[in-house]
């Protein structure tokens, strides 16, 4: 039988296209209509912003650690997060968890070397573009990577938490991040990491000047993957 996911939640539309991925690609592996047993608990986003906004991230482990216990008690097996951002409370988890974790930068960075990637430009929250969570992972890992301006950095942020998580999507944001993208791939980058779980609900592949590393959607194969016992392809 598959393992069970749990999906501990943080933001609705970066989960729910998690989700999404799973149960539309499971029928590739396992037959028509089948996919993996599948639960769900988030926490309301607002809940997690007020410790995100005051650096304190034991109170995001907290939370996290709230919803894996719900999700070990409804039988899940083993857990993923389909949000970057709050995985900088991974360690903190981890520890304390009832539930093993994938890990959805060591997914991407484990695609990155599957497709010889060498310098990663980063996308996401500035939680996440100025944080430990992609250095730390990408460096044990051999991969280099930028971070776009200040400025740019900014736009981004603006457009997840002021669009993006509230399901909006605009072309002029699209743009704003073609240009950012542009502008990593003149300093070098040869691939760009979709580093918020929503950010590939707004760039496609065809939109982004570089090829992307989409990590909700890699976060939810490998949980696939990691649900009919198959070894990563």
Request: aromatic letters at 6%; hydrophobic letters at 40%; proline letters at 7%.
């Amino acid at each position: 039988m598959p393992l069970h996911i749990g999906i501990v939640a943080c933001s609705a539309e970066g989960a729910a296209l998690c989700y999404r991925t799973i149960c539309a690609e499971g029928p590739a592996l396992m037959g028509a209509h089948r996919h993996p047993e599948v639960s769900m608990h988030t926490h309301s986003l607002g809940d997690y912003m007020d410790f995100i906004r005051r650096d304190d991230w034991s109170g995001v482990a907290r939370l996290m650690l709230s919803s894996a216990e719900k999700l070990r008690r409804v039988g899940a097996d083993f857990l993923i997060c389909p949000d970057n951002t709050i995985h900088r409370s991974f360690p903190l988890v981890v520890e304390r968890s009832p539930l093993p974790w994938l890990h959805i930068v060591e997914e991407v960075a484990a695609e990155a070397r599957r497709r010889g990637f060498r310098r990663l430009a980063i996308t996401g929250t500035t939680y996440t573009m100025e944080g430990p969570i992609y250095p730390d992972v990408l460096t044990r890992n051999g991969i280099g990577f930028r971070i776009p301006s200040t400025a740019d950095r900014r736009a981004l942020n603006d457009i997840i938490f002021d669009e993006l998580v509230n399901g909006i999507f605009k072309p002029e944001s699209v743009e704003v991040f073609r240009t950012v993208i542009g502008a990593m791939r003149a300093e070098g980058c040869d691939a760009v990491v979709l580093g918020c779980t929503e950010i590939p609900l707004l760039i496609t592949s065809e939109d982004s000047p570089l090829p992307v590393l989409d990590s909700t959607r890699l976060l939810a194969r490998a949980a696939l993957q990691r649900a009919i016992h198959r070894p990563p392809e």
